[in-house]
């Protein structure tokens, strides 16, 4: 079957989908995310049109996940680089897949005003690439660890697998001693679910260490010329 004639077939599939959710209180990117997951295709997001010019040639295709109570999607944050008078480029911030975890504020309602963010490193990444059926992890993030502030706000994501081995559940708790908030996520995802992960953490896994930089271009031509480096457009963890 052409990618044309199923395109037609999933349109009514779409439409429907279009008429049934509600938008009220929601960003409409939600709502094309949600789309994205029931169909099966993935679509640019909609920002304003001051973002315009720092989106151009951008891509963004989040995997999301919504289930009851919240929903979870996950995405690479490729890192960054700088170019020194040398000419040598050397790495300046890591990259990450992060988590973006919003309640649900009703039947098929989220609320993304109200998002919490979770950047896992690439060791993190691999912990839960690494995990069997009956496994579980958990990691443990604080923006001022060491100093005198450290406690004030701690972030705790967990994934448990579940007791008959059908999925995970994946978890996540925001403490804001500051704001005097407790924010907590649970979101089930189911063994395929999992698997979509997995599988998109692995392929992404080099490209957030910055490694296809090396793989994918000649040796000798690293440093002499390097690869234009654009900032991307992107929410970091911790300014949430």
């Known amino acids: ?30 709502w094309q995310h949600a789309i994205n997951t029931f169909a099966g295709f993935s679509s640019v997001r909609q920002y304003g049109a001051a973002d315009a010019g720092k989106l151009a040639g951008r891509v963004f295709a989040p995997y999301s996940v919504f289930k009851g109570k919240a929903a979870l999607s996950a995405e ?9 008078d040398s000419g040598v480029v ?26 919490q963010l979770f950047a896992l490193s690439a060791t993190e ?22 100093s005198s502030n450290a406690g004030q706000v701690r972030k705790s994501l967990s ?7 059908t999925g995970y559940f994946v978890s996540l708790s925001v ?8 924010d907590r996520f649970t979101v089930p ?31 000798e031509c690293i440093s002499q010329s390097p690869a234009k480096v654009v900032p991307q457009l992107t929410e970091v963890e911790w300014c949430r």
């Open 90 to 115: 050397k790495l300046n911030r890591r990259g990450v897949i992060m988590l973006t975890f919003w309640p649900s504020i009703g039947e098929r309602k989220y609320d993304w005003e109200k998002r």
């Open 189 to 219: 995802v189911t063994t395929a679910e999992f698997a979509v992960m997995r599988t998109a953490f692995s392929f992404a896994l080099p490209h957030i260490m910055g490694w296809d930089r090396f793989t994918n271009r000649p040796s």
């Open 125 to 146: 990444v691999g912990s839960l690439i690494s995990m069997g059926t009956k496994d579980s992890c958990e990691f443990f993030h604080d923006p001022s660890m060491q």
């Open 175 to 182: 403490v804001n001693n500051n704001l005097k908030t407790n």
């Open 159 to 165: 994934i448990k697998s579940n007791a008959d081995g």
């Open 76 to 84: 690479p944050r490729l890192p960054t680089f700088n170019k020194m």
């Open 1 to 30: 079957m052409t990618m044309s004639k199923l395109t037609r077939l999933l349109h009514p599939r779409n439409q429907l989908l279009l008429n049934k959710l509600p938008v009220e209180g929601v960003k409409d990117s939600i």
